[in-house]
């Protein structure tokens, strides 16, 4: 199994450009499901993750190109992909593809709005709490849908002539249930009206793609969505927004290491909670026109408290980087996290390179050390594994980061991107 190996201490120094989002293009690809034309893709990044959802898109009938090299960018652009549902052939989403990724379980919608039927396992995905599903089953069934749970599948129908619109008030602020109601409204009869929807960038990316194929939906980046059902939606163009979460993992890796970093495409509305929490460490970050830069330059970092919350706020997504910066801190800082009931798996892993953490309950309080030293390391899941990373490029000596199989789930080419920058970081096959 391929590992990480780093040799911490180097300061970060040039460019790194930032792929398309994965969280945007996941439901965008998905939202391909809606129409028997074409959706054409742009920015989509090259990720476990995404060739994951493809081998389970293909076997709804779903065809597949990746567009071959164009002359004038250079190889780190993103892939142009083209989608395209002419006919919906199987309507089971089956164990052995949903498993490994919560996100396929989103199909759902799609299916149901289009096919009026589908049968969707129930889905796995990064251990980091219980994730249930029981929103959207709330959502599908105002909807008209009706759902079974069999032998470890949904088993959800629409009422004869579609599904048909409601008004949905979600409990709490959840992503994936607000996409998956978000695209199954689009082909319903009537006006459906989403309280408390999530309103994250990659909902809003999703939802200007959707008004792209012909949806109608009012309020796009509120907590309230407005989608007027329509007959059919026609094929687009689309590009995948900038990923939030890289950007904000490679911002506080320069911000760990020490240097002067341009994160290329990134764009600070879509993390400006993070660039704050990074600002009052004492990390400078300014938007440039061609992105992001970040800059630190000896001094300490301070302690800084945070919460993780829905967007706007401190992103559940950035909780474990931020934590391997704040064991370097000088002082004390309290990390709640507020989304997820289990998502301090990196903890014990950190304590390996030498940090202090203690954890009660939802805090997490990290006290600063003047020096981490290099581990033998594993990674959990997605962001537990990038937190391990960032600890490995300010430790003494050699750090292993073992089972990065994670990783590759997320993050594109983050060994050459590092290492671009100056990191001393490869991959040990
Ligand atoms: N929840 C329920 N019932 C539901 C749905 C969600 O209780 O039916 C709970 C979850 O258990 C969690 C909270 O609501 O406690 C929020 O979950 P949400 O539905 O917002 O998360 P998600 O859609 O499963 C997406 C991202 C996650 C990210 C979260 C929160 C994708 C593909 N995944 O997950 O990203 O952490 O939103 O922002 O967009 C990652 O990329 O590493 C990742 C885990």
Redesign the pocket.
Same mark, same amino acid.
């Given at each position: 199994m391929d590992r990480i190996r780093l040799i911490g201490g180097n300061q970060l120094r040039g460019e790194i450009p930032i792929s398309g989002a $994965?969280?945007a293009a !996941? *439901?965008l690809m998905i939202a391909s499901l809606l129409t028997k034309e074409p959706l054409i893709l742009e920015n989509v990044p090259r990720l476990a @993750?995404v060739k994951q959802l493809e081998r389970i898109l293909e076997n709804h009938g779903v065809d597949i190109a990746a567009h071959g090299r164009r002359a004038a960018p250079s190889h780190i652009d993103g892939q142009r992909m083209t989608f395209q549902a002419a006919e919906i052939v199987d309507t089971t989403a089956p164990y052995e593809l949903v498993s490994t990724m =919560?996100?396929s379980f989103w199909v759902i919608g799609p299916l149901l709005a289009r096919a009026h039927e589908a049968r969707v396992s129930l889905p796995g #995905?990064?251990a980091? #709490?219980? =994730? *249930?599903? @029981?929103?959207?089953?709330?959502g599908l069934k105002e909807l008209g849908a009706e759902i079974d749970i069999d032998e470890g599948y949904v088993v959800a129908r629409a009422p004869k002539g579609g599904l048909r619109g409601a008004r949905i008030s979600f409990p $709490?602020? %959840?992503? #994936?249930? %607000?996409?998956v109601i978000m695209m199954a409204a689009t082909l319903a009869r009537g006006t459906t009206v989403i309280e408390n929807a999530?309103m994250?960038p990659?909902i809003t990316n999703v939802a200007e793609c959707l008004v792209a194929m012909g949806a109608r939906i009012d309020g796009i980046g509120t907590r309230t969505l407005t989608i007027e059902g329509v007959d059919e939606l026609h094929g687009a163009t689309h590009e995948v927004l900038p990923d939030r979460?890289e950007t904000g993992t490679y911002a506080m890796a320069a911000a760990m290491a020490g240097g002067n970093v341009l994160l290329r495409n990134a764009r600070a509305e879509h993390l400006q909670a993070a660039l704050d929490v990074l600002g009052q460490s004492g990390v400078h970050v300014s938007q440039e026109d061609a992105g992001l830069r970040i800059q630190r330059n000896g001094n300490g970092l301070q302690a800084v408290h945070i919460e993780t919350q *829905?967007?706007p706020g401190f *992103?559940? @997504?950035l909780q474990a980087q931020f934590m391997a910066l704040m064991t370097m801190s000088d002082g004390v800082s309290q990390i709640r996290e507020t989304?997820?009931?289990n998502r301090y798996m990196h903890v014990a892993e950190l304590a390996r390179f030498g940090a202090d953490i203690k954890v009660e309950g939802q805090v997490a309080t990290v006290v600063g050390v003047p020096e981490l030293k290099g581990a033998q390391v594993m990674a959990t @899941? !997605? =962001?537990a594994s990038v937190s391990l990373v960032i600890a490995g490029l300010a430790a003494r000596g050699e750090t292993m980061v073992n089972r990065i199989y994670h990783l590759d789930r #997320?993050f594109e080419r983050l060994e050459d991107k590092l290492s671009r920058c100056g990191a001393e970081i490869e991959r040990v096959v």
């Amino acid at each position: 199994m391929d590992r990480i190996r780093l040799i911490g201490g180097n300061q970060l120094r040039g460019e790194i450009p930032i792929s398309g989002a $994965k969280n945007a293009a !996941l *439901p965008l690809m998905i939202a391909s499901l809606l129409t028997k034309e074409p959706l054409i893709l742009e920015n989509v990044p090259r990720l476990a @993750d995404v060739k994951q959802l493809e081998r389970i898109l293909e076997n709804h009938g779903v065809d597949i190109a990746a567009h071959g090299r164009r002359a004038a960018p250079s190889h780190i652009d993103g892939q142009r992909m083209t989608f395209q549902a002419a006919e919906i052939v199987d309507t089971t989403a089956p164990y052995e593809l949903v498993s490994t990724m =919560r996100a396929s379980f989103w199909v759902i919608g799609p299916l149901l709005a289009r096919a009026h039927e589908a049968r969707v396992s129930l889905p796995g #995905g990064c251990a980091i #709490g219980t =994730r *249930p599903v @029981d929103l959207f089953l709330y959502g599908l069934k105002e909807l008209g849908a009706e759902i079974d749970i069999d032998e470890g599948y949904v088993v959800a129908r629409a009422p004869k002539g579609g599904l048909r619109g409601a008004r949905i008030s979600f409990p $709490k602020v %959840t992503v #994936g249930a %607000t996409h998956v109601i978000m695209m199954a409204a689009t082909l319903a009869r009537g006006t459906t009206v989403i309280e408390n929807a999530a309103m994250e960038p990659e909902i809003t990316n999703v939802a200007e793609c959707l008004v792209a194929m012909g949806a109608r939906i009012d309020g796009i980046g509120t907590r309230t969505l407005t989608i007027e059902g329509v007959d059919e939606l026609h094929g687009a163009t689309h590009e995948v927004l900038p990923d939030r979460i890289e950007t904000g993992t490679y911002a506080m890796a320069a911000a760990m290491a020490g240097g002067n970093v341009l994160l290329r495409n990134a764009r600070a509305e879509h993390l400006q909670a993070a660039l704050d929490v990074l600002g009052q460490s004492g990390v400078h970050v300014s938007q440039e026109d061609a992105g992001l830069r970040i800059q630190r330059n000896g001094n300490g970092l301070q302690a800084v408290h945070i919460e993780t919350q *829905p967007f706007p706020g401190f *992103p559940t @997504d950035l909780q474990a980087q931020f934590m391997a910066l704040m064991t370097m801190s000088d002082g004390v800082s309290q990390i709640r996290e507020t989304i997820f009931e289990n998502r301090y798996m990196h903890v014990a892993e950190l304590a390996r390179f030498g940090a202090d953490i203690k954890v009660e309950g939802q805090v997490a309080t990290v006290v600063g050390v003047p020096e981490l030293k290099g581990a033998q390391v594993m990674a959990t @899941d !997605l =962001r537990a594994s990038v937190s391990l990373v960032i600890a490995g490029l300010a430790a003494r000596g050699e750090t292993m980061v073992n089972r990065i199989y994670h990783l590759d789930r #997320g993050f594109e080419r983050l060994e050459d991107k590092l290492s671009r920058c100056g990191a001393e970081i490869e991959r040990v096959v």
